[in-house]
């Protein structure tokens, strides 16, 4: 179905905020930040101990905490995919084993309609600036060296700098819009391997600047459109491997080099923060902070290796090895009391922080049970603006715009599908099912749990209550073989 196209006049003077119209020719400014590997444990407004996130806690005193957030994937690269197209990432062959793609080819479809497609149709400067993970180009060999399309610009951003997939990936360059930025015109651009370091770059990103780097250049688009509705997707690299603060966060928190890395991050929000006020751009924006699965519980085999860095003080590079099993020690509990953590399919992979603030709309200091996943923000800002979603786009995105404006939504979300290599979780009212069937290595193996009597997943009653079993396999079974769940 088309969209039903009205005059952006139209538009603006139909859309009720709050009970009260937004003033002829405003629309809201939006930044949505999300972090990486970030779990509920590591802000402090959620619970964290051990490392103090003022700035985040202040988006949360000053809008509305959730508690039943959930994203679609338990890792990077499948979460991203449901954030930018309303669609649960097992749905796409790329990512239906549920884990990061091996490729580098771009695998959201030109055609589709994304959240940034939706905003420069609303009229939005739009950016990607941060870890985009979700490929550049087309075929199985990329040719680094050439220009990069498609890419974020032909799926919705007018700009685009990214880190292409993680903080430690072999890249070690950054992307401006369809090219490696600073490549070196007298040599061939090879990516790092081993022992052998990135060739035909004129400057490798250094690791523990990579968030500065990423903020300013947040920082200079704001700057640049602030006379114009703008639309920020900004996704740093904190706190994925590598662990490397800058110089001034180390030793700051509680929780080792681990903590110090979530502060820094917590600081770039607080930048990005101060100047919309600097701007006087609050009342007029809305700001989202999410992450895009849960903590991760160990460092991986790569951590702390191959680094370039701008200050060596403070061991960081040998601290990167071990700093989320250091912090562990400490007692950080990177996901509170939620069993396991990133590519698990059990709370810990999947449930994370949701805060989102728009001053004078959403009232300050509150929280919310409602269940929202990492897919609908398409649905939402397509109901915000009184569009209709295209056939064949966010097939499994439900508004929520009644936690923006109260406006009354016709299709909440009941339940979710989640999704990780391991296995595929179906959440349902209270009931939550993992499914092994669909796992890498399928296997006939399911668990059922109660998670209003059971949150912390430790007692399986799949065994006890075959008909609940059943059921809940049934519904999972339904929306996979459906292609769509709205």
Known sequence: MKYKYKFLGLIISSLLLCHGALAQGEKPNIVFIMADDIGMGDISTYGAKLINTPNIDKLADQ??????????????????????????????????????????????????????????????????????????????????????????????????????????????????????????????????????????????????????????KVLDFIRENKEEPFFVYFTPVAAHTHVTPNARFRGTSKAGQYGDYVQELDYHVGEVMALIKELNLEDNTIFIFASDNGGQLKDTNKAGLGLKLADESGDVALKAKTAKIDARAMGHKTNLDWREGKASPYEGGFRVPLIIRWPGKIASGSTSSKLINSSDFLATFADFFEQELPEGSGEDSFSFLDELNGDKVTQPRKSVALHSSKARSFVDGDWKLIDFSYSVKAKDEYELYNLKEDPSESNNLAASNPKKLDEMREKLKQIVDAGRSR
Not at 104 to 111: A, E, K, R, S
Not at 115 to 140: D, F, S
Request: charged content about 25%; glycine content about 10%; aromatic content about 12%.
């Open 63 to 216: 809008g509305r905490q959730f508690e039943r957030y959930y994203t679609a994937g338990a890792v990077c690269a499948p979460t991203r995919y449901s954030v930018i197209t309303g669609r649960y990432p097992f749905r796409t062959k790329e990512l239906e084993d549920g884990i990061n793609p091996a490729h580098d080819y771009l695998f959201v479809d030109q055609d589709r309609e994304t959240i940034g497609t939706l905003m420069q149709k609303m009229g939005y400067k739009t950016a990607a600036i941060g870890k985009w993970h979700l490929g550049y180009g087309v075929g199985e060999k990329i040719n680094w060296n050439a220009t990069l399309t498609p890419g974020p610009n032909d799926v919705g951003f007018d700009y685009h700098w990214g880190v292409p997939r993680n903080h430690s990936d072999d890249f070690r360059c950054y992307i401006e819009n369809d090219k490696i930025y600073g490549l070196d015109p007298n040599s061939t651009y090879k990516m790092a391997s081993g022992d052998r370091r990135v060739q035909g770059l004129l400057e490798e990103r250094v690791d523990d600047q990579v968030d500065s780097t990423l903020t300013a």
